[in-house]
T-cell receptor, first 113, second 116 residues
Framework: AQKITQTQPGMFVQEKEAVTLDCTYD???????LFWYKQPSSGEMIFLIYQGSYDQQNATEGRYSLNFQKARKSANLVISASQLGDSAMYFCAILYSFNKFYFGSGTKLNVKP | GAGVSQSPSNKVTEKGKDVELRCDPISGHTALYWYRQSLGQGLEFLIYFQGNSAPDKSGLPSDRFSAERTGGSVSTLTIQRTQQEDSAVYLC??????????????FGPGTRLTVT
């Protein structure tokens, strides 16, 4: 069974500091994709970053980077220079077989001024 | 450009009534997903459409739930004989799918369903 785990229900970070949100996954498929989404209090899911299982380099998108450690089956999200607007729920998701998406339970990030 | 739209944004219904939730995906997106999110929880996969292929209904929780997608575009999720445990936010997402080579999903704002 495919599984995706986020072990941090809540995190605090000081504004302007970096924060790492953990995500581990379990799949036997050799080909899969990993995603991070942000869900502010408004409720809409916002795509942040994608990492393919065969990608050699870690994905980066602006202040977001994905620390992909394939052997450890982890795909942690790193947010640099946190901003107050980063306060939200963050979901890690895995895609396999081109259409099966599974989402983790989420991490609530609070950025303190 | 227009994103994924859903209607209604809020729906309050009495237990036992049927409801229909609508999703308009991004134009050109062949893949469409429905999810359910209960308060403070993650997303629960319900159903997946890809082009003209038979939908993947493996996530539908009961036979009271059904969905269709007309003309490869607009989708309707129907819940018959609603129960209180159906109360949740129903999210729709679309993506380019396998042919587009881009799998990230773009989500609509959701429909908040409350069953009284």
């Amino acid at each position: 069974a495919q599984k995706i785990t986020q072990t941090q229900p809540g995190m605090f970070v000081q504004e302007k500091e970096a924060v790492t949100l953990d995500c581990t996954y379990d799949t036997s498929d050799p080909s899969y994709g990993l995603f991070w989404y942000k869900q502010p209090s408004s409720g809409e899911m916002i795509f942040l970053i994608y990492q393919g299982s065969y990608d050699q380099q870690n994905a980066t998108e602006g202040r977001y980077s994905l620390n992909f450690q394939k052997a450890r089956k982890s795909a942690n999200l790193v947010i640099s220079a946190s901003q107050l607007g980063d306060s939200a729920m963050y979901f890690c998701a895995i895609l396999y077989s081109f259409n099966k998406f599974y989402f983790g339970s989420g991490t609530k990030l609070n950025v303190k001024p | 450009g227009a994103g994924v739209s859903q209607s209604p944004s809020n729906k309050v219904t009495e237990k036992g009534k049927d409801v229909e939730l609508r999703c308009d995906p991004i134009s050109g997106h062949t893949a469409l997903y429905w999810y359910r999110q209960s308060l403070g929880q993650g997303l629960e996969f319900l159903i997946y459409f890809q082009g003209n292929s038979a939908p993947d209904k493996s996530g539908l929780p009961s036979d009271r739930f059904s969905a269709e997608r007309t003309g490869g575009s607009v989708s309707t999720l129907t819940i018959q004989r609603t129960q209180q445990e159906d109360s949740a936010v129903y999210l729709c997402a679309s993506s380019l799918g396998p042919r587009g080579g881009r799998y990230e999903q773009y989500f609509g704002p959701g429909t908040r369903l409350t069953v009284t």
